[in-house]
């Protein structure tokens, strides 16, 4: 595996992998007293599937709502797809073509499933209050064409038999599912999992795992997620990142991070050797 | 001393003693709200209810006697006795723990783990239903509640003033036993939920109600002690105020009055619910006599919520509530 | 037997996503659509318009726009009784100032103005949430009620306070006065509400919708996945003000004639419309159909029963409607928060495999 200049990058099964997409300069965060990020510098490459793991309270959400724009960081930069990024509010951010799921489920209660993958669709639906009033006409169209993407995405990820159920009937595995349907209805850039295979028994991580690659190459997406299953990350990802107690303490291929030192004491254990 | 400083100081100190009643009544939505996070509507109306029971009580009235009259064809209206005050203001309590009882075990129980905007509309289906309820129980003429707090223009202070300012300031004597029924109602109050294993069981039900079921904390008890305190505090609001002005329907809409005190003091803080109230009666007070007269008067009607929604626009805690932060 | 769903499938988007996918249902809608515009209006009379019908479609408005707001964004209005008087007295105002132009405009205008208000008073929703929200609105209803009262600009400086609503005719037709037919009154506010739910409809089904409930059940990663919150609740406001608006205005103009405004649009009205969508069911449009049905007929009923009936007096049924209608508040929350349209919907799922249990 080999490592060029500029941001190239080929991974161990040999696909090649872009430019920098985004980068955390110097990010600290502070909520008062607490230090939940402290200092942390990586970047995620373009097309790379970018995992980041570390015990509990490491800061790993934060990070994520960081990206996200939920929490504006009191020292650093965001530097998305070369522009640094001012503060931008969590919509603004969005529409520049982010999308995420969350560690507890965040999914519209309320909504059937599909109603809940199409609000995934909101930032490519731009007709006005007044022709929605109508309906018919521009509105109607819209509406039409943004179902067939969804169900494209929807048979993509094998939730056609559920998808007028109210999703507040689910069980957590397909509320998982769904959750990614509507991430991927936003035809993101860059798509953040927080902790995907959480709850999740062997088979339904397989699925979900498979789901994730397939998304990886056929669309393309660059993919960053947290997890705390090390099978899963060594499998999936293409690049590592580590913190612990809001620090980074490692980051590199899966195999140079499993032999980093302070990571091995920090997380996963002595070795056996 | 210029007269209109006078005024307004009278006027300051009769906005005091009204913001003492409006924080009598807050006081009751507090203990329920930090005990099981519901906004209890009704509370106006448990004032209504308890001042109609007290007076119903010790004017010998027969219940329901209005549709008992209707159904019968008969035409009873009272017993014929007479209740002292002290034995019907214990019936009355009894009264009010059986009104908690059966609102704990019929209501609230089987609403528990709903969202807060189901609870309080709950509470304001319960007002409506506690309001016919006293009405059918006692007649919805306004009635005269006399229970021997003392009434009328308070002679000493009017004296004092007289001779200091030129002025004899009129403060009411009631507004005077008022305040301090409150200032003891408050204390035993805040005594109670900082030094008994009750008032701890409390504030553990407040923080967490599955952490307290966890260490062995009757819900339905504590829910059950705490309508039942709120119910006595109504009952105390509901007396003065209706020794003040008559038990009668308006007695109810002081809920709605305490629902700014407990905007700006915070939903959960007991010394919101007295610097609220007290901030609400001299704010009230003050800029009806200040700016009232040029904008036609009567500025009373709305004067404290625009206030609150000021406040909150800054401050969406309000003064002393807690911070709401947001997770994902 | 009578609602069976062998054969009635969709065969594309628009078909999937109609309002009422099951056949039986379509039809249904339509006759209940045919005998409301072309037979109610022949057996009208004047009892039946002015106790039943015409608060019902004028109600079911106001449920509408209150449901769009706190039933769909979870908003929640105690407003709304501020916010009718908003329309009635622009309405009012319009129609003296403009006597030419139709009373259609005039109506459909102050829903515009009191949709604009209404949203001002929106603006605080982006920091205050839930309760204190909904406190926040009591300041918009206090404030607005005694605005009108106070500032005779808005009731034209009469003696009395009071506002009542010229003669009005539209295609010749007299509509609002004391000389307007029963079958007018009922069919200018027939017409009012086939456009509104028809308005509402649309929107609820498309993004717009789908904004304001995400706004509603999670606003935090409704934001996230791109909602603008405060865009999204100001429209709410906006739209659920202009439905309110023109409430308020027909009330006034078509079904009161004249009013005082905290007699008609005092809390009371808030709190009345507020239990229709309730019981009714929060975050939907037949559920505001159903609740303002039943809030209308529940009051109608009992005098009837009572007071007709039994030779009660009338105090007497009053407190009996505060005692019927709080209970049922709290039994419905307990049993069915989602409302009468719930309980339907329920009811049609049953009825579907009916005989069989499942």
């Not at chain 1, 909520?31 to 942390?40: K, P, R």
């Not at chain 2, 009544?25 to 308890?50: D, E, P, R, T």
């Not at chain 3, 008609?264 to 159909?289: D, P, Q, T, Y």
Request: glycine content about 10%; some cysteine; overall charge negative.
């Amino acid at each position: 595996m080999s490592n060029g200049s500029e941001g190239n990058f080929v991974t161990t099964d040999g696909r090649n992998i872009g430019g920098v997409m985004m980068e955390m300069k110097n990010i600290t965060l502070r909520f008062g007293g607490v230090v939940a990020l402290e200092n942390i510098s990586f970047n995620i490459l373009e097309g790379e599937v970018r995992a980041i793991i570390g015990p509990n309270g490491a800061g790993k959400s934060s990070m994520l709502n960081v990206i996200s724009g939920f929490y504006i960081p009191q020292e650093g930069e965001v530097i998305f797809q070369g522009s640094p990024r001012p503060s931008l509010k969590p919509f603004e951010v969005a529409h520049q073509g982010i999308a995420r799921t969350f560690q507890n489920i965040a999914l519209f209660e309320g909504m059937s499933v599909l109603d809940n993958v199409m609000t995934g669709r909101l930032t490519k639906m731009k007709t006005g209050i007044f022709s929605q009033m109508i309906w018919a006409g521009k509105a109607e169209r819209e509406e039409i064409e943004n179902r067939e993407a969804v169900e494209k995405i929807i048979d993509f990820l094998e939730i056609q038999a559920i998808r007028k159920t109210p999703v507040s009937r689910l069980p957590y595995g397909l509320k998982k599912r769904v959750e990614l349907a509507r991430a991927l209805a936003a035809e993101p850039n860059l798509l953040l999992l927080d902790e995907p295979m959480a709850g999740m028994n062997v088979e339904e991580k397989q699925d979900m795992s498979r789901f994730i690659l397939d998304v990886n190459s056929e669309f393309g997406t660059t993919i960053a997620l947290i997890e705390h299953d090390m099978g899963v990350v060594m499998d999936l990802s293409d690049r590592v990142v580590v913190m612990d107690y809001g620090r980074k303490i490692g980051d590199g291929t899966p195999d140079e991070v499993r032999n980093n030192q302070e990571v091995i004491d920090a997380y996963l254990g002595v070795s056996h050797d | 001393m210029p007269d209109q400083v006078l005024f307004a100081a009278e006027v300051m100190l009769n906005g005091l003693m009204a913001g003492v009643l409006y924080s009598l009544v807050a006081l009751g939505f507090v203990l329920i709200f930090k005990a099981s996070g519901i906004f209890n509507y009704a509370q106006g109306v448990m004032a209504l209810f308890a001042a109609l029971t007290l007076v119903g009580i010790m004017d010998g009235q027969v219940p329901f006697s209005h549709l008992i009259n209707a159904i019968f064809g008969t035409n009873i209206h009272h017993f014929g006795w007479h209740t002292p005050a002290l034995l019907a203001i214990i019936l009355t309590i009894m009264v009010m723990v059986l009104f908690a009882w059966l609102v704990q075990r019929f209501i609230f129980r089987h609403l528990v783990n709903q969202e807060p905007i189901i609870l309080f509309m709950a509470t304001i289906g319960l007002a409506y239903f506690l309001e016919g309820v006293g009405d059918l129980m006692w007649g919805s003429d306004i009635k005269k509640l006399d229970v021997g707090i003392p009434k009328g223009m308070n002679e000493t202070i009017e004296s004092i003033t007289h001779g200091a300012f030129g002025y004899g300031f009129f403060i009411d004597n009631l507004d005077i036993f008022a305040t301090f029924v409150a200032i003891i109602l408050v204390a035993i109050l805040v005594c109670f939920s900082q030094y008994t294993k009750q008032g701890r069981a409390l504030r553990a039900v407040a923080d967490d109600h599955q952490a307290a079921l966890s260490v062995g904390i009757s819900l339905s008890y504590i829910w059950i002690l705490v309508w039942s305190i709120a119910g006595f505090v109504a009952l105390v609001a509901g007396t003065i105020w209706g020794a003040k002005s008559g038990v009668q329907f308006s007695l109810s809409l002081i809920a709605l009055k305490a629902l700014p005190v407990l905007m700006l003091g915070g939903f959960t803080s007991i010394p919101g619910a007295i610097i609220g109230g007290l901030i609400i009666g001299v704010g009230e007070k003050l800029f009806e006599f200040l700016v009232g007269p040029w904008i036609g008067g009567a500025t009373e009607n709305w004067f404290a919520y625009v206030l609150a929604l000021l406040f909150l626009v800054f401050r969406p805690q309000g003064l002393f509530g807690e911070k709401i932060i947001e997770r994902v | 037997m009578l609602y069976r769903e062998a054969g009635d499938y969709s065969t594309s988007y628009p078909e999937d996503s109609q309002t009422f996918p099951i056949k039986f249902d379509r039809y249904r809608y339509y006759v209940i659509l045919a005998v409301a515009f072309l037979v109610i209006p022949f057996f009208i009379n004047d009892y039946w318009a002015n106790a039943v019908l015409v608060p019902f479609l004028i109600y079911s408005i106001a449920a509408i726009g209150l449901n769009i707001l706190t039933g769909y964004c979870g908003q929640v209005s105690l407003g709304t009784g501020g916010f009718m008087a908003v329309g009635a007295y622009a309405c009012y105002k319009l129609m003296t100032s403009f006597p030419e132009i139709s009373i259609m405009i005039h109506i459909l205008l102050a829903g515009g103005v009191t949709a604009a208000v209404v949203t001002l008073f929106g603006l605080p929703s982006l920091r205050i949430k839930g309760f204190y929200l909904a406190v926040s609105t009591l300041a918009a209803q206090f404030f607005l009620v005694w605005m009108f009262n106070k500032v005779p600009w808005f009731y034209n400086y009469s003696m009395t306070g009071m506002i009542g609503s010229p003669e009005r005719t539209v295609l010749g037709i007299v509509v609002t006065g004391p000389a307007t037919d029963a079958w007018a009154k009922y069919m200018i506010c027939l017409i009012f509400v086939t456009l509104c739910a028809v308005l509402a409809r649309n929107m609820t089904r498309g993004s717009v919708g789908r904004k304001w409930m995400a706004i509603r059940d999670m606003d935090i990663a409704a934001e996230i996945i791109g909602v603008n919150p405060l865009m999204a609740k100001l429209s709410a406001f906006a739209v659920s003000g202009f439905f309110i608006g023109i409430a308020g205005a027909l009330f006034f103009s078509v079904y009161l004639g004249a009013i005082e405004v905290t007699e008609a649009f005092g809390i009371e009205k808030s709190f009345l419309v507020l239990f229709m969508v309730i019981i009714g069911g929060l975050g939907s449009i037949f559920g505001s159909f159903a609740g303002a049905a039943f809030m209308v007929l529940l009051p109608v009923l009992l005098k009837n029963l009572l007071v007709g009936g039994l030779n009660w007096p009338t105090d007497l049924a009053q407190h009996l409607y505060f005692i019927i209608a709080g209970g049922l508040i709290i039994i419905f929350l307990i049993l069915e928060p989602h409302g009468l349209a719930q309980l339907w919907r329920v009811a049609k799922e049953k009825l579907r495999l009916w005989p069989f249990p499942h």
